[in-house]
């Protein structure tokens, strides 16, 4: 059974501060990784992709992965309390478009 | 920006009803999909369909099925609605190793 893993949560950080979270996964054959932002009582929300091992960068946002590890990271950089959110992360199945999702972190962005 | 629109955000059905749930994309995708979103479940694939009159079966697709007759449009049928099929349902659409976006999801209700 492939799997994704995240923490739970709840993730709490004070504003301003860098809000880190992590997600690891089973499958040595996944090549694409994906963080997505749901709002409670909304869908998911596209924030980052990343396809190669290293950072990727886009405005706060910093994807981080590690393939030899399995390992796919987001990093929130001067967190706003509009950040407070449920992250998922999603890798891909078989090197084909199917997805699957970590059950989430929630993160808390204390004002 | 990618559209994806499904039909109702709220839906109230009994049980034994037929009932249709629809998805329109604006982007010329070639990849749709649709999810439930159940608390403590995280999200599940139900099917997706890579090309117009192709479907595949995803995680949990007992009880349901699709219909794919035109490239934008991909509709998921509950063939005879239960009260375990309550749950969020959350279309997305994709290009070729290109990310999913997600419709804003309808809330079925099945009483």
């Known amino acids: 059974q492939k799997e994704v893993e995240q923490n739970s949560g709840p993730l709490s950080v004070p504003e301003g501060a860098i809000a880190s979270l992590n997600c690891t996964y089973s499958?040595?054959?996944?090549?694409?990784f994906f963080w997505y932002r749901q709002y409670s009582g909304k869908s998911p929300e596209l924030i980052m992709f990343?396809?190669?091992?290293g950072d990727k960068e886009d405005g706060r946002f910093t994807a981080q992965l590690n393939k030899a590890s399995q390992y796919v990271s987001l990093l929130i950089r001067d967190s706003q309390p509009s950040d407070s959110a449920t992250y998922l992360c999603?890798?891909?199945?078989?090197?084909?478009?199917?997805?699957?999702f970590g059950s989430g972190t929630r993160l808390l962005v204390r004002p | 920006d990618v559209k994806v629109t499904q039909s109702s955000r709220y839906l109230v059905k009994r049980t034994g009803e037929k009932v249709f749930l629809e998805c329109v994309q604006d982007?010329?995708?070639?990849?749709m999909f649709w999810y439930r979103q159940d608390p403590g479940l995280g999200l599940r694939l139900i099917y997706f369909?890579?090309?117009?009159?192709?479907?595949e079966k995803g995680d949990i697709p007992e009880g349901y099925s699709v219909s794919r007759e035109k490239k934008e449009r991909f509709s998921l049928i509950l063939e005879s609605a239960s009260t375990n099929q309550t749950s969020m349902y959350l279309c997305?659409?994709?290009?070729?190793?290109?990310?999913?976006?997600f419709g804003d999801g309808t809330r079925l209700s099945i009483l």
């Open positions: 997305a659409s994709g290009g070729l190793n290109q990310p999913q976006h």
């Open positions: 499958d040595r054959g996944s090549q694409s």
């Open positions: 990343i396809y190669s091992n």
């Open positions: 999603a890798v891909n199945v078989d090197s084909s478009y199917k997805l699957i």
């Open positions: 982007m010329d995708h070639e990849n």
């Open positions: 369909s890579y090309d117009v009159k192709m479907k």
